[in-house]
């Protein structure tokens, strides 16, 4: 089982910067990819950002230039860096760690508001 939370989401305006981080704890030795989703209201669940076990980093396309996915040495904790913000960046921000059997694991997730 592999457990995640969330944090530093919060309300910013336009053009601001959030760093969101993700705590994991559990057995994730096995986890394939680390990354980010987000789901604004009526819409559905997006990737934002992810990086693979071997560091390979993929963004949408929305939010490439802009955001920045990483990773603490032990893989302990995921960090997305959010710079230039936008209203449309608004949204609840999960975290999401993929095994290699491809079960899913989800945070609870963490709301960025960004003000016009």
């Known amino acids: 089982q592999v457990q995640l939370v969330e944090s530093g989401g919060g309300l910013v305006q336009a053009g601001g910067s959030l760093r969101l981080s993700c705590a994991a704890s559990?057995?994730?030795?096995?986890?394939?990819?680390r990354g980010w989703y987000r789901q604004a209201p009526g819409k559905q669940r997006e990737l934002v950002a992810s990086?693979?076990?071997?560091?390979?980093?993929n963004y949408a396309d929305s939010v490439k230039g802009r955001f920045t996915i990483s990773r603490d040495n032990a893989w302990n904790t995921v960090y997305l860096q959010m710079n230039s913000l936008k209203p449309e960046d608004t949204a609840v921000y999960y975290c999401?760690?993929?095994?290699?059997?491809?079960?899913?694991?989800w945070g609870k997730g963490t709301l960025v508001t960004v003000s016009s």
């Open positions: 559990g057995s994730i030795f096995s986890i394939k990819i």
């Open positions: 999401n760690f993929n095994r290699y059997d491809d079960m899913n694991y």
């Open positions: 990086i693979t076990s071997a560091g390979r980093r």
